[in-house]
Each structure stands twice: as C-alpha cells, then as structure tokens.
C-alpha cells in the first residue's frame, strides 16, 4: 500500500516547463498542477473528515436525548439504528478515512512532492548564467532551493487540511445546531464573523513580516556559507572577529524581523483565546435557556458543547497553521526572488547544435564591456586557422579572459559575432558549445567527489583505464595511488574535499589537466594553466601536452612568457585592441610591445608593474 501511493509522482523527471511563473498564485500553481489529483484527492478526504468529524458530536445528541425520553428496556430497541451508525462512523468511515490523508499526505506528497519541486527549482537554476552565480551567494542560493521545496509543499496541504477543514466543519456545526434551533446557530456565525475579522487584520502583517524575515534568514545562511567557503583567508588575515561582526549583524537582524513576527501572533493567539471563550460560553448559556424554556431538547446541550468544542480547539490549531502558512508563503516568495527567473543566457529558439570540423576561430568587430560605456574590446578582430596554436599576452585587465568567456558564450556579445567554422556561437546551443571547447584555469577548482569522478567529468563513458592512461599523461598517477581521505578511501576512489581542498594547488592543477586530456575536444583554453606547477613537474607535463595539442586550435594566456613562447602566433592585446602579432621571433625583431615586455620580464615571471612600465 505504501509503495502504490509512493509511486504516484516521479520527482526527478526533466521538466516540461522548468521556468515557474513570477506570480505567486502562478508559482503555486506551476507545481500543484503536477499533483493535481493528489491535491483533488486530499480536498475530497479532508471533506470527509470534516464531515465524521462534525457527525459524532450529532450522534451524540441523538443519544442523549433517547436515554432521557427512553426507558432502560426499550432504548437499544428503539435507539440500535443510531448505535450502529455512530459505531460505523467512529470505528471505520473515520479511521479509514484519516488512514487515507495520511497515505497522501506522507507517502505521495510528502518526499516526493517536495523532492519534485526542489529537483526542479535545481533544473531550472543550475541552467543560469555565469553572471546570475557571480551576483549571489552561492549558500543563499541553495538555501531557497532547498527550502522552497518544503515551504511550496506546507502552503499547498495545509490551505486543504486546514482551512478547508475547518470551513467545512464551521458551515456543517453552523447547519447541525441550526436544526435544533435557529438560535444556537448564532453564536458560531458571530465567531466565524469575528475570526474572519482577525484573520483579515493580521494575516497580511504576517505574510510580509514573514516574507522579509525569510529574506533575512537566506541573508545569514549566505553570509555564513561565504565564511566558511573562505575559510582559508579568514584564517590567513586573523579575521575572525571580524567575520563575527558580519555574521552577528545578521543574526541580530534575523532575530529583530523574527521577533516582530511573533509578536504578531502572541496577539493574535489572545485575541482568539478570549473569542473562542465567548463562543463556548455563549452557545453552553443559550442552549441551557433553550432547553429551560422547552425550546430545544437536552440531546441539543450534548451536540452543541462538543461541536463548539471541538471549533475553538481548532481555531487554536489553525491560528498556529495560518501563522505557519504566511511562514511558508514568506518563504516561497523569498525563493522566487531566486528560482522565478527567466534565464539570463538562454538559447536562441533554433538554436543548433555545433558541429566542429576543422576548429576555426573567427571575432569579427566583437564589442564587449559588462554593460560599461566603455568596453573591455572594442572592435576586436582575430581570425585563428585550423589547429593554429596562439598566446594571448597583455597585462591585467587588457581584455585576455574576456575573449575566452566570450567565446564560451558566459556573456552576451554588446557587438559582432563569434564564428567556429563559420557557425554563429550566439546561433548555437551553449552545451554543445562547450562540449568542443577544453579548457584549464589559473584557479582550478575540483568537486567534492573522487578522483576518479573528477576526471571522468571530462568524458562521462570513459573506461577506467583511460582515466588511468590521462592521469599518467598529466604526471598525476603517482601523486593520487598515495591519497588517503578521511574515511580510509584510497588512490582514485580518495575524495578531494570541497572545490579540492584536500590536494595542493599543483595537485589540483594536474587532475584538472588530466580531465582536459580525456575530454579530448578539438578546440583547447589554456588560461594560466601551469601557473601552480613547479618547473620540474611543468616541464615534465610540457610533452604531454605538445601531444594533447597536435592537431587542435589552441588558446592560451600566460604571464610567465616563456611558457608561450612556442606557440605558433602571439596577440599582444592592450586596452581590448590587438596591437601587434606574430611569431616570438618575429615580434622580438620588430622591438614592439612584446619585446618590450620580454626584456623586463623577471625569471619568466610578467607581473603588472613591470608590464605597465613597459607601456
């Protein structure tokens, strides 16, 4: 039974329409129409529920007023039909029916429901652009993802199972006790007038303190993440007060729009107290001056009690629920902030798929600043022939990474186009894009998987002996048959700790070379990428990737000249132009730039006062 009502939903399948509505009530709906008839379903139980619910207080009144009219020896005669349908109904409709909103609500809704909506909210987010993580914390951002799943998924059942419930109950004891007597009706409808008064005060002061105290909450989880990410630095500069007073300052205003909140609702928890005390004296004193005027029959004293009852203790619990709900709606809104984005960088609408055939390269009057007048290239032209090898030199800031970001399409172009092989980038889908590009960074950062995993990324189905043979082409075998993790995991099963804090930087470095090696793509990026390597382990990995190299067209950025001085060109860009290139030779001849830079340059080593000296 369990299994059938856990297999409802599939949580983790790709998504239709991944991105949800900007609109609340949209938001809300984006999700819950994939649970429909789960959702329709609780509707209908909670129905029930009301209704068995409401039903033994009526029993009850049935009874009573048989024992007082009845003898001993005529009442199960007389009264068995009533028996019998109160033990039905308290025996097997209720059981059976709270059996089933349990059955939904923690088995088809509970994990599933909420792992669908999170496993989304992932799809959707892990799909932005470089741009939109780099604007953000990355532990607030995860944060709302995780908790908009929950706080979707409580908003959703406990509007059903609750104020359905009750306004199913209200509108069923409203009915029953109005069947006695008009009267006894009004004392609950005067409740009902009054808490929908209080709900209609506090619920929207609720909802937005709630809002902005879900807000602070994501605030502090980012700040504590960002100090925990640096750990490193924090350590280094003895900051440690200091990252106090950042995390203090948060805690102190989550804890200030917290307490606000409450205040909200310890008013209105005595206001409710105070009202539902109105409610049960008033319907007991008028259904005793009913029942003492002959109006009403005692049965209606021993319905009216309980139903009323049974009202206020659920007032008490939906006060705690609503409260709980405008917790969650604060939540929900506070991940939309995140999750309710359109996508920054998305495909064009027919986009295509790259297809590289000789891996040419072409920036034709490409234009680019990150939204600043003046731009970081400006009419930028380079042409880059088959399995042509090229350096890009200039000092920082001249515009080098952002022709490589460009070119893997993290931003829009303000101007030109991009061409591989004569296909428009911007035309292209950005995964395929990538797929044909390698590339290795300065500031190489690892997943917190193991080694094997980390270099199997560069091409998922690759066997364990490829990985192997890339490890030894990247001098990285030895160094990983030695690893160790902290739960006794050995060699390449070893985990590398978050972004690979476990291994050095060389270490680093030479597993990320070995993940390019076994992508094998046909266009290589090598932005700084020996720059963490000793001389003998640089020079060592030198041939490996002469081999890897053979046959690609090859970018690579270096301030360590020497590294770059045997590629096939050199383009020496300066404030986003090119401003001369050509062979190391040949631009050492012309007595340029680059020349320039070459004689200043300090064991091989290019740093940003010696280049602006050279200016």
């Known amino acids: ?13 790709v998504p239709e329409s991944p991105q949800p509505p900007a609109s609340l009530v ?16 609780l509707f209908v139980v909670e129905l029930l529920v009301a209704l ?11 009874v009573v007023t048989m024992v007082t009219k009845l003898p001993p020896e005529r009442f199960v005669a007389a009264g068995w039909p009533w028996l019998v349908g109160m033990a039905i109904v308290v025996l097997i409709v209720r059981p059976a029916v709270t059996l089933t909103r349990y059955l939904i609500t923690n088995q088809a809704i509970a994990a599933p429901f909420t792992g669908l909506i999170r496993w989304q909210s992932h799809w959707h987010v892990v799909r932005q652009s470089w741009a939109f993580f780099q604007n953000d914390f990355a532990g607030r951002i995860s944060n709302r993802v995780m908790q908009i799943g929950r706080s979707v998924r409580s908003t959703l059942t406990a509007t059903i199972t609750t104020v359905w419930y009750i306004l199913v109950y209200g509108a069923s004891a409203v009915a029953l006790t109005a069947s006695a007597d008009r009267w006894l009706a009004a004392p609950i409808l005067l409740w009902f007038s009054a808490y929908a008064a209080l709900l209609v005060y506090f619920v929207p002061r609720m909802r937005e303190r709630s809002k902005q105290s879900s807000i602070a909450r994501s605030t502090l989880m980012g700040r504590i993440v960002d100090s925990y990410t640096n750990i490193v630095t924090v350590k280094l500069f003895a900051r440690a007060h200091q990252e106090d007073e950042y995390v203090r300052d948060a805690v102190d205003g989550h804890i200030g729009l917290f307490l606000a909140s409450q205040r909200l609702l310890t008013a209105f928890g005595a206001l409710l107290d105070v009202l539902n005390a109105l409610l049960i004296a008033g319907s007991g004193a008028l259904a005793l001056v009913l029942w003492r005027y002959g109006a009403v029959e005692v049965g209606a004293i021993a319905m009216v009690l309980p139903l009323s009852l049974q009202l206020t203790n659920m007032s008490r619990q939906i006060a705690m629920r609503i409260t709980e709900i405008f917790e969650d709606i ?3 809104q506070d991940g939309m902030i995140t999750i309710a984005q359109p996508l920054q960088l998305p495909d064009a609408a027919d986009a295509r798929p790259l297809k590289v055939r000789t891996g040419r390269i072409e920036f034709r009057n490409v234009s680019f600043g990150y939204g600043r007048e003046i731009g970081v290239l400006q009419d930028f032209n380079l042409t880059i022939e088959p399995g042509e090898k090229i350096g890009l030199v200039g000092r920082s ?17 303000e101007g030109g186009a991009i061409l591989i092989d004569g296909q428009d980038i911007s035309r292209l ?17 690892l997943l917190h998987r193991s080694i094997r995993a ?16 890339a490890a030894r082409l990247a001098h990285a075998h030895d160094f990983i048959l030695e690893l160790e993790d902290w739960q006794k995991r050995r060699g390449y099963d070893a985990h590398v700790g978050e972004r690979g804090v476990k291994l050095s930087g060389g270490q680093r470095q030479r597993v990320a070379i070995a993940r390019v090696i076994l992508k094998d793509a046909p266009i290589l990026v090598f932005d700084e990428a020996t720059s963490a390597l000793d001389s003998e382990v640089e020079a060592a990995i030198q041939s490996s990737l002469g081999t890897l190299m053979s046959g690609k067209t090859v970018i690579a950025i270096a301030h360590r000249l020497s590294t770059i001085a045997q590629m096939d060109r050199l383009v020496v860009i300066e404030h986003g132009r090119i401003v001369e290139q050509g062979s190391h030779r040949q631009l050492i001849v012309r007595g340029g730039h680059y020349a320039a830079l070459w004689r200043r340059q300090a064991g091989g080593f290019l740093d940003a006062v010696d280049m602006q000296a050279a200016e």
């Open 1 to 13: 039974m369990f299994a059938l009502f856990e297999r409802f939903l599939t949580p983790t399948a």
């Open 26 to 41: 949209g938001f809300l709906w984006h999700f819950a129409r994939q649970a429909k008839w789960l959702f329709v379903a």
């Open 429 to 445: 889908t950005q995964e395929s894009l990538r797929a044909q590009i390698s590339v290795v960074t300065q500031d190489t950062s």
């Open 330 to 332: 604060g939540e929900v």
């Open 52 to 62: 068995g619910d409401s039903a033994v207080p009526w029993f009850m009144g049935r």
């Open 454 to 469: 980390n270099i199997r990324y560069g091409r998922p189905e690759a066997s364990d002996e490829e990985i192997v043979r």
């Open 397 to 413: 800031g001249a515009g080098k990474s952002t022709v490589i970001n460009l070119l893997l399409c993290f931003y829009p172009l």
